[in-house]
T-cell receptor, first 114, second 117 residues
Framework: GESVGLHLPTLSVQEGDNSIINCAYS??????FIWYKQESGKGPQFIID?????DKRQGQRVTVLLNKTVKHLSLQIAATQPGDSAVYFC?????????????FGAGTTVTVRA | GAVVSQHPSRVICKSGTSVKIECRSL??????MFWYRQFPKKSLMLMATSNEGSKATYEQGVEKDKFLINHASLTLSTLTVTSAHPEDSSFYIC?????????????FGPGTRLTVL
């Protein structure tokens, strides 16, 4: 079964507000995590990643937080825009497994209200 | 940089026919390519991992004789769905890992929508 999952399948947010998308993982050996954005009919688009030796990483309008104690990952999007409407997936990888395979969570559909 | 393309983007075929999907890394050499399948409103499920010049490694439950994977060069991998049936209708996505990114980084293609009538 999937080792990565998401708490909420959908999220509706008002344009301009901040969004928080959560993800739980179960493999304590995972040491690399990525957030992807997927628009309808397209492939996943890399947003931001974080390694297990960090607990926070910031990008442009996005922040990823990693809590290894409770195996929880979150993506924060600041000032959400209509173009942020998409499905967001977290994915994990275990370094040292030599296969570089990613395991994807179930996904959260984000809808931005105008 | 690090662009991955897929061809075709959409294909409709009759039941029983075979369909080939190409995945290309356009500006880097892909040492490893991955094939995923995604059903509507579902997550990506890894089907197989292919390394250039060697046989693909299939995930549990994926029929290797039905989903033939060839990774003949560092820029091209192909997935052939043999004797396709309506239940094979899905969104097929490839990704590539190579020298363009870090150890774990994968670059995804735009996907191929397969519809089997």
């Amino acid at each position: 079964g999937e080792s990565v999952g998401l708490h909420l399948p959908t999220l509706s947010v008002q344009e301009g507000d901040n969004s928080i998308i959560n993800c739980a993982y179960s493999n304590s050996a995972s040491d690399y995590f990525i957030w992807y954005k997927q628009e309808s009919g397209k492939g996943p688009q890399f947003i931001i990643d974080i390694r297990s030796n960090m607990d926070k990483r910031q990008g442009q309008r996005v922040t990823v937080l990693l809590n290894k104690t409770v195996k929880h990952l979150s993506l924060q999007i600041a000032a959400t825009q209509p173009g942020d409407s998409a499905v967001y997936f977290c994915a994990e990888n275990t370094h040292g497994s030599n296969d570089y395979k990613l395991s994807f969570g179930a996904g959260t559909t984000v809808t931005v209200r105008a | 940089g690090a662009v991955v393309s897929q061809h075709p983007s959409r294909v409709i075929c009759k039941s029983g026919t075979s369909v080939k999907i190409e995945c290309r890394s356009l500006d880097f050499q892909a040492t490893t390519m991955f094939w995923y399948r995604q059903f509507p409103k579902k997550s990506l499920m890894l089907m197989a991992t292919s390394n250039e010049g060697s046989k693909a490694t299939y995930e549990q439950g994926v029929e290797k004789d039905k989903f033939l994977i060839n990774h003949a060069s560092l820029t091209l991998s192909t997935l052939t769905v043999t004797s396709a049936h309506p239940e094979d209708s899905s969104f097929y996505i490839c990704s590539a890992r190579g020298l363009a990114g870090g150890d774990n980084e994968q670059f995804f293609g735009p996907g191929t929508r397969l519809t089997v009538l």
